[in-house]
């Protein structure tokens, strides 16, 4: 990293005084906030200009500082680019007599959707060009096709801002007609009726964005008579609705972080009354599928932490009907599950590891499909068809490119229909080596870390590691493969991916021990798996990086409060690091229905604890590494102010000469760019972040 005399920005400090539970806390940067109005309109008032000039000087200076290393930062975006299949495609996959098909075009950042009619020969016939429907915006994501049951209308849904609200329309597929119909702010997703011309959707609260209602449409009448069918009150509940793979039902899911409720209608009756399945309790959770006489509820009633697998007759619903199909095991969690006519696939985790179960509905067989590799991860697909013998599912690992396998459950056979294509004729398997250590922790606790390097990569204390997890809302990061995180390996680095608690890797209960008041064991965790490599000779503080995003943008920004020591560079991707603010803020998106995640801070004792972890309340007058933070302008899931405040406060007190580093997208959101060819110019940034720390911008010879 060369040394740059570049003034950083200052912000103006302001104080603003908030006070809770006879606490007060004094933030300069509060002016730092703005309504949705405010962003989107074309007017911009003196706070707005101000708030956009502070995030555009803070991009200036980000650009400036890292302009010496633009050169390798865009070959690096070339190198990462050359190893993609350009002119790629799906393996097709059947349903309802068509074959649908996910393609890209060389040269192109967005897929083209299309499907053939009962066989593979037949014409094709494209059904979306996003390419040309994206031409004039700088964000577009298309999502939510639906294909009604005669094949001949599709609903779709579009977001040219990237903060979830989408469009929902409907297309002919005959004539090629876009329908009038416009239903703004919804979810994106939508249910067919029986009939063909009835729609189910999800609108959400326009300020809060909480999925909040279902409304039934009827193609062709305004949407102003749209009929509410469900309206979710509860403000710490979401709502969806889907349709039963047996298309039978219409089945409305109302869900919060530790309760569930399922109600459900004929398909063919559209206008008819929905009916709740077992009305919902605290800490009770369950979802349905439908499948002859029965529904089947994958549910942890009856205190079953790792969940297990029920069914109840379609006519009495109620729990007391229910009686086990798989019965609850403490070392096994199961995922989800999904029904064929002559047999149950099972997704379970054990150990940490994914398994998938095979059995004969008449008990004839019980088998695991195979996997020897000590690091993957495996994921069943839909599987449209009730009428099967054959399970798609998908295979890959740190060192295995993606595969999509076709498994005949009868004989056993496998048909390999894709492999992950690797191009730049430098990639083999065999040049990279991955396996699970497992590092003790404070409390006495086992954490698993998977790592992947480079055969030739020399582990010692002068190793660079980057080291990487999320650690909340249950969810279990997979130990996939990567062509773009080749860029690192080839360079030296090892990749370690911690699973820490506040994920379920080992189970239901290694997340429920990583939030509310136990949250601070998932940054324990991390920091103790850091300590570990540093222990154990891995690596050293001067070479050891990290790296999270949203939840785990949070994660960066406790750990870096914690022990900012260990590491020589830090990633906080879209962090949610301002958590007592946003946490007593209901009308911040995501903020009601995450209080049983984090803790609702109007209780004085979830106050305290959160306060006493949260990112931006807990910056120090210390030293702190090397620090990029990224966000977007328009996130809806973590809002742009929390990292904006978080450097500008950082800037203030922070004793060290270590670079700190804003970059804003200010036309994306959470998710970042649309387009893949954007993305990977945002990973490109990133890494080139992480290798200019480690002296590794120059000329270097990637490993065959």
Same mark, same amino acid.
């Given at each position: 990293?060369?040394?740059?005399?570049? @003034?950083?920005? $200052?912000?103006?400090?302001?104080?603003?005084? #908030?006070?809770?539970?006879?606490?007060?806390?004094?933030?300069?940067?509060?002016?730092?906030?703005?309504?949705?109005?405010?962003?989107?309109?074309?007017?911009?008032?003196?706070?707005?200009?101000? *708030? *956009?000039?502070?995030?555009?000087?803070? @991009?200036?200076?980000?650009?400036?500082? %890292?302009?010496?290393?633009?050169?390798?930062?865009?070959?690096?975006?070339?190198?990462?680019?050359?190893?993609?299949?350009?002119?790629?495609?799906?393996?097709?996959?059947?349903?309802?007599?068509?074959?649908?098909? %996910?393609?890209?075009?060389?040269?192109? =950042?967005?897929?083209?959707?299309?499907?053939?009619?009962?066989?593979?020969?037949?014409?094709?016939?494209? #059904?979306?060009? $996003?390419?040309?429907?994206?031409?004039?915006?700088?964000?577009?994501?298309?999502?939510?096709?639906? *294909?009604? @049951?005669? @094949?001949?209308?599709?609903?779709?849904?579009?977001?040219? $801002?990237?903060?979830? =609200?989408?469009?929902?329309?409907?297309?002919?597929?005959? %004539?090629?007609k876009i329908y009038n119909d416009i239903i703004e702010n919804t979810t994106g997703g939508s249910v067919w009726a029986s009939d063909n011309k009835t729609i189910f959707y999800t609108k959400k609260d326009p300020v809060t964005l909480r999925s909040e209602k279902i409304y039934r449409h009827v193609l062709g009448t305004p949407t102003s008579e749209d009929v509410e069918v469900f309206h979710e009150k509860d403000e710490t509940f979401g709502v969806y609705v889907t349709k039963s793979k047996s298309n039978e039902y219409i089945i409305i899911g109302s869900y919060s972080t530790v309760s569930t409720e399922a109600r459900y209608l004929k398909a063919d009756n559209p206008t008819g009354e929905f009916t709740v399945v077992q009305p919902r309790q605290r800490d009770l959770e369950y979802s349905i599928s439908h499948f002859g006489d029965y529904f089947y509820l994958l549910t942890n009633k009856d205190d079953a932490t790792n969940f297990k697998l029920m069914k109840t007759p379609v006519n009495e619903t109620s729990k007391d009907n229910w009686v086990d199909v798989i019965p609850h095991r403490n070392n096994t969690l199961l995922e989800d599950f999904s029904i064929f006519k002559e047999y149950l696939v099972l997704e379970e985790r054990t150990n940490g590891l994914s398994k998938v179960r095979i059995k004969r509905w008449d008990k004839t067989e019980d088998y695991y499909l195979p996997f020897t590799e000590e690091t993957y991860s495996v994921g069943v697909y839909a599987n449209p068809d009730f009428n099967t013998d054959i399970i798609r599912y998908s295979y890959n690992s740190f060192t295995t490119p993606s595969s999509v396998i076709d498994f005949n459950m009868k004989d056993k056979s496998k048909d390999v229909k894709k492999e992950q294509e690797v191009l730049g004729g430098k990639f083999k398997k065999e040049n990279y080596k991955s396996e699970r250590i497992w590092a003790t922790t404070r409390d006495g606790k086992k954490v698993a870390i998977s790592i992947v390097y480079h055969k030739d990569t020399k582990i010692n204390k002068n190793t660079p590691i980057l080291q990487y997890a999320y650690g909340s809302y249950g969810y279990t990061i997979p130990d996939n493969f990567s062509t773009t995180r080749l860029s690192l390996l080839d360079r030296g680095f090892v990749y370690a991916l911690a699973h820490i608690r506040g994920s379920q890797y080992l189970g239901r209960e290694w997340y429920e021990d990583g939030k509310m008041l136990n949250k601070k064991n998932t940054f324990n965790d991390f920091v103790d798996c850091s300590q570990y490599l540093i222990d154990n000779n891995y690596t050293s503080p001067e070479h050891l990086y990290a790296m999270g995003g949203s939840a785990g943008g949070l994660l960066m920004g406790a750990v870096v409060n914690m022990n900012p020591e260990l590491y020589n560079g830090i990633i906080a991707s879209v962090p949610f690091v301002d958590v007592v603010s946003t946490m007593l803020d209901d009308s911040i998106p995501l903020t009601t229905g995450e209080y049983d995640e984090w803790g609702n801070p109007n209780d004085k004792e979830y106050y305290e604890y959160i306060k006493s972890y949260s990112p931006y309340d807990q910056v120090e007058q210390k030293e702190y590494p090397n620090i990029l933070v990224t966000t977007g302008f328009h996130d809806s899931q973590v809002q742009y102010w929390e990292p904006a405040k978080w450097v500008a406060k950082l800037r203030e007190l922070k004793t060290d000469n270590n670079l700190l580093l804003l970059d804003t997208n200010m036309e994306a959101g959470h998710g970042g760019a649309s387009g893949r060819f954007d993305a990977l110019k945002e990973t490109a940034k990133m890494y080139t972040f992480f290798l200019s720390l480690e002296g590794k911008l120059n000329a270097v010879e990637i490993k065959s």
């Open positions: 990293m060369k040394n740059i005399d570049i @003034n950083a920005p $200052v912000a103006e400090k302001i104080a603003q005084k #908030l006070e809770k539970h006879g606490d007060v806390r004094i933030d300069n940067y509060f002016w730092m906030r703005l309504t949705d109005e405010q962003k989107n309109a074309k007017n911009k008032d003196a706070q707005t200009q101000k *708030v *956009v000039n502070y995030l555009e000087e803070e @991009n200036a200076y980000y650009k400036e500082v %890292t302009k010496y290393s633009e050169v390798f930062r865009d070959e690096l975006f070339e190198e990462m680019k050359g190893r993609i299949k350009e002119d790629d495609s799906s393996v097709p996959y059947k349903d309802n007599g068509y074959f649908y098909i %996910t393609s890209y075009q060389k040269g192109k =950042q967005y897929p083209i959707f299309s499907r053939k009619k009962k066989s593979l020969e037949a014409d094709e016939e494209v #059904l979306f060009n $996003v390419n040309e429907m994206a031409k004039d915006y700088d964000y577009y994501q298309l999502g939510g096709l639906n *294909v009604s @049951n005669d @094949n001949k209308l599709i609903a779709f849904a579009t977001d040219t $801002v990237s903060r979830r =609200q989408y469009f929902l329309r409907i297309k002919n597929l005959e %004539t090629g």
